[in-house]
């Protein structure tokens, strides 16, 4: 079982949005604003999307947003694209016991 | 541009251990910016972090509590590799293995992946 709780799977058609959330404790989500998000295709190495809850990489387009509300975060994909169609992993930093966990993952359909 | 590639044996027996090599290109295992991770995708499909070693004037480590009292990682720095042993793996250590770069508390580079099956 994962530290963090995400939904198994969520579905949206193309050019709607979708919401994956990503529920944690006061011990990692509640409590560092390190939490990041990877979109994994597959067989391909994860990639990340966003860090520091909301902040984007260089190169990823600005459909991807993120952010956090007490021990959830959550990641919006808007204006879905046939291509978003992968899973999707959080994970946070829970400081320095247990150092970094991550989610179960969801997996976007695209329909 | 930073690349990790990843090798080792794709089939471990029962009770062994598990030996993987992360060959480092365009940045240090030394680099005092970086930690250096394992990371693994099991069969039943989440992310568990297993451990991360980084230099700041000495070397340091940080393990995962499910995984502490059997786990090895060492900066090889002749070679810019990371290696990982995983002692007494059982079929529960099956999973995807994946090297990757940690940096300002980000995962920015991953390697390839290596499946890693524990069977006899």
């Known amino acids: 079982q994962s530290a963090l709780t995400q939904p198994r799977s969520v579905s949206g058609s193309p050019g709607q949005s979708v919401t994956i959330s990503c529920t944690g404790t006061?011990?990692?989500?509640?409590?560092?604003?390190?939490v990041s998000w990877y979109q994994q295709h597959p067989d391909k190495a994860p990639k990340l999307i966003i860090y520091d809850v909301n902040k984007r990489p260089s190169g990823v387009p600005d459909r991807f947003s993120g952010s956090k509300s007490g021990n959830t975060a959550s990641l919006t994909i808007s204006g879905l694209q046939p291509e978003d169609e992968a899973d999707y992993f959080c994970?946070?930093?829970?400081?320095?016991?247990?150092?970094?966990?991550f989610g179960g993952g969801t997996m976007l359909t695209v329909l | 541009q930073v690349q990790l590639q990843q090798s080792g044996p794709g089939l471990v027996r029962p009770s062994q251990t598990l030996s993987l090599t992360c060959d480092i290109s365009g940045d240090s295992v030394s680099s005092i910016r970086a930690a250096w991770n394992w990371i693994r995708r099991s069969p039943s499909g989440g992310l568990e972090w297993l451990v991360r070693?980084?230099?700041?004037?000495?070397?340091?480590?940080d393990y995962a509590v499910s995984v502490r009292s059997r786990i090895n990682i060492n900066p090889v720095t002749s070679r810019n590799q990371l290696s990982l042993q995983l002692n007494s793996v059982t079929p529960e250590d099956t999973a995807v293995y994946y090297c990757?770069?940690?940096?300002?508390?980000?995962?920015?580079?991953w390697g390839q992946g290596i499946l890693v099956t524990v069977s006899s």
């Open positions: 006061s011990n990692d989500v509640g409590a560092y604003d390190y």
């Open positions: 990757a770069r940690e940096q300002s508390s980000t995962y920015d580079t």
């Open positions: 070693t980084y230099y700041r004037s000495k070397w340091f480590s």
């Open positions: 994970c946070s930093w829970a400081g320095t016991f247990t150092f970094w966990v």
